[in-house]
């Protein structure tokens, strides 16, 4: 428990620093604890220290977690890869699904969304980097499937999402989150209307921060390292 406060606080502390760097409000950035291949037992400590969103990337895992887990109010994010036989139980047991980038998956999802829930929330996850080994559409394909995707009734489209190649440097870093963030931008005037840069993790949360980020996806400082 003790490790746990320490670093939680320690992530809401590089927040704040990051934010107020750029001036920005620390509120405007959400934290996402990423629990994949930590027990339901460390989702616990955390919700208790008051964490509430939660970040999962492999479904039979997070499916299970879910069930040990029923009696906390949390709001679930699928960050994986989504292959289409997986969309059902994505779009009724998640609040968020940040790695679209295929339409058909986009289309599965609305359809399959239960009307009670409301919209699943959702990101288009962007290759920024160009990397074979990565998930993500080109920015030359983003309007196109960000029109498809935005007509949809049961999803909404609240924004980007990338994954860049590691960087040393803290400049590098930040230009591969300000492509993200410039696109955001030219999507908004497309006249689609989102609101959330999903980018930073552990190890470049301060560089994504200067750039915008609206959300950071934090894994190892908080729960240690994944074996
Ligand atoms: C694992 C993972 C994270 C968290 O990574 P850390 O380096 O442990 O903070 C964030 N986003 C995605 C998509 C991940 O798969």
Request: aromatic content about 4%.
């Amino acid at each position: 428990m003790n490790n746990m406060r320490k670093n939680l606080n320690r992530v809401h502390e590089q927040i704040v620093e990051a934010a107020s760097a750029c001036k920005r409000e620390p509120d405007s950035i959400l934290l996402l604890a990423v629990s994949k291949k930590k027990p339901a037992s460390d989702i616990r400590q955390a919700w208790e220290l008051g964490q509430r969103d939660f970040g999962e990337n492999y479904l039979q895992e997070a499916l299970q977690k879910m069930e040990e887990l029923k009696d906390l109010d949390i709001s679930w994010h699928f960050i994986g890869a989504i292959q289409s036989n997986k969309t059902r139980n994505i779009a009724e047991a998640f609040d968020w699904a940040h790695c679209i980038d295929r339409a058909k998956i986009a289309r599965r999802l609305s359809e399959q969304r239960p009307a009670e829930l409301g919209p699943l929330n959702v990101c288009i996850q962007v290759n920024i980097d160009h990397e074979s080994s990565k998930a993500g559409i080109e920015l030359a394909e983003l309007p196109e499937l960000a029109d498809a995707i935005h007509q949809l009734p049961g999803i909404r489209l609240r924004g980007l999402m990338t994954i860049p190649a590691p960087q040393e440097s803290f400049d590098l870093q930040r230009s591969a989150f300000a492509k993200l963030a410039e696109a955001l931008e030219s999507l908004r005037q497309q006249g689609i209307d989102c609101d959330t840069l999903s980018m930073g993790m552990t190890q470049d949360m301060e560089a994504a921060i200067a750039e915008g980020s609206t959300l950071v996806r934090i894994g190892t400082a908080i729960f240690g390292e994944r074996v």
